[in-house]
Each structure stands twice: as structure tokens, then as C-alpha cells.
């Protein structure tokens, strides 16, 4: 087993703390290159987002689970060292442009 | 928890960067019991080798005895593997085979209240998993269509009879598959997408 201390450091406090609004599917970009001071997760995450990934590629190239990623982008994100772009989500009405967008996509697979 | 140095993480392979205009996302959840090809399906149709995001999950177990006081805390980690398939330069529709049990679908924020719309897969050596599944996604308001992944050694029942055992509105759209192949599961992923874009017209 891995040691306790280092996982309550990463998710930067303990469980309950404020964090950022993420999805599996919410796309991260880096906005700037690590500075010396970053987390090395957090240096990595950095490196990997040169082009967009979402929040669960990041958890699976880093192999930490999903909760420590978004902890680790919720400060990111604060310090503004990544922006993100929230999904498309299900609306009320389904958005028929998106779900033909998306059909055509498939036939071309 | 085992951190690698972050010089040796391996990221995508240089042909699966996205290009940087591609920050839209849309999800959609495969769902069914454990070897139903959830994976399988997910690997047939992904541009990306499938990859595996976990979590743990404390479950605190309490004695028999309520005035014991004694609780046990046990963590699980669950697994669950994606895909990728990039629609357009801007639009990513990503793929998520999900575990049936419910317990689980808490573990990731909004794996289902933000998806388009969920496969239901089916294995019909056991089909009270999927009941279970149709009934909670039934709950939850998201719309679904069912699949139902021909193993060679599975009794082939009539379409029909399924929708039955399964109790199965007769709007919700029912397809034989082979999750192993790639054209088959786009195929799975287009029923559901018309089924969307039906649920978005005016009913006559």
C-alpha cells in the first residue's frame, strides 16, 4: 500500500474540501508551461494538457483516481495555470444539430 | 498510491493528441454486468487504445450489534474503462463502460446526469442484471436503448421475448449486436443517437 500521508498532500486537504465543478468529460488545457514550484502531478497534468484532455485521460495517464485529479485541477484552475470547458450536457430538449453532428461522425467510423 | 516521476508518464501516443480545437465533449455511458463485453464494445469502436479511470470507494459497514458501536471501513477501487471517438475537429464523444451496480455510479460526478444517453448490454444467460439496470436508468430520466451482445454460446431468444422478460417499453429501441466488431457497436451508438433525436420531435 501506498502511503497515506502522500495521498492527503496531493488531494491538497481532507475529504470535503471546495472543488472545482469537474466531469469525466470537462476538457483541461494548459495555459502555461510548469513553473519549478508546481506539484510534480501537477507539473505532469500540465504537460500532458498542452493539447485538450479530458479529466478522465488525466486520471488514466496518471493512474490517480478521478477525486485526486480534480482536487489537484481545482487548484490549478484557481491559479489559472489550465482552463476548462465543461461538456455538452443531456438538455430538457434534445439538441437535434449536436445528436446529427454526432450521427455523422459515427458513419464515417 | 504510486506516483511515477512526472518525466516517465506516458501520454497519448502522438497520434491520439486531440487537435487544440477540439474542447467540446459529449459522453455517453455503456452499462451492463460484469463480462457482458462492456469493454469489448468500448475497445471495437474507440480511436483510442481504451483507458482505465478509477476511484475508490469507502463503504463503512456497521456491526450487527447497534449498540456495539464497532464500524469497519473497507476501500474498494473501481475501474472503469473509456474510449474515444472524435466527431468533428471541435466535438469528442467519449464512451464509459459502466459497472451495473448502482453503488458505483455515484463514484463519478454526473457519469450519467450529463450523458446523451446510455446502451443498456445485455447477456441473456443473465438477464436479471439488465432488469435491474433498465429499471434504475428508467428512475434517473435517462434515455436508453438496449443491446444485446450475441455470445456463440448464449440461447438466441426472440427479440420479442426479451422486450418482454425485460419489461421493456415498446419505445425503446432493442438491437442484437456483436460487441466485438467494430461496425456492429457504431451501429449500436447510431440507434441510439436516432433514438435521441426522435425523443426531440414533436410527438404526433
Known sequence: ?109 | MDFRNSDTITGPRSEDVLPTTATSAVKVVIVGGFGVGKTTMVGSVSEIRPLTTEETMTQAGVGVDDNSGVETKTATTVAMDFGRISITEQLVLYLFGTPGQERFWFLWNGLFEGALGAVVLVDTRRLEVSFDVIGRLEERGVPFVVAVNTFPDAPHHPVEALRTALDLPDEVPMVDCDARLRASSRDVLLTLMHYLHSLALPTA
Open chain 1, 1 to 109: 500500500m501506498g502511503d497515506p500521508e502522500r495521498l492527503y498532500v496531493i488531494t491538497g486537504g481532507p475529504d470535503g474540501a471546495e472543488r472545482a465543478p469537474l466531469d469525466l468529460v470537462t476538457m483541461i488545457v494548459a495555459r502555461d508551461e510548469p513553473s519549478p514550484t508546481v506539484q510534480p502531478e501537477q507539473a505532469a497534468i500540465l504537460r500532458l494538457c498542452r493539447a485538450p484532455l479530458s479529466v478522465a485521460e488525466i486520471s488514466a495517464y496518471l493512474s490517480l483516481p478521478f477525486s485526486v485529479v480534480t482536487a489537484l485541477l481545482t487548484e490549478l484552475l484557481a491559479t489559472e495555470l489550465v482552463e476548462s470547458r465543461a461538456p455538452i450536457v443531456r438538455a430538457a430538449l434534445p439538441d437535434r444539430s449536436l445528436l446529427e453532428a454526432v450521427m455523422h461522425g459515427l458513419q464515417k467510423l
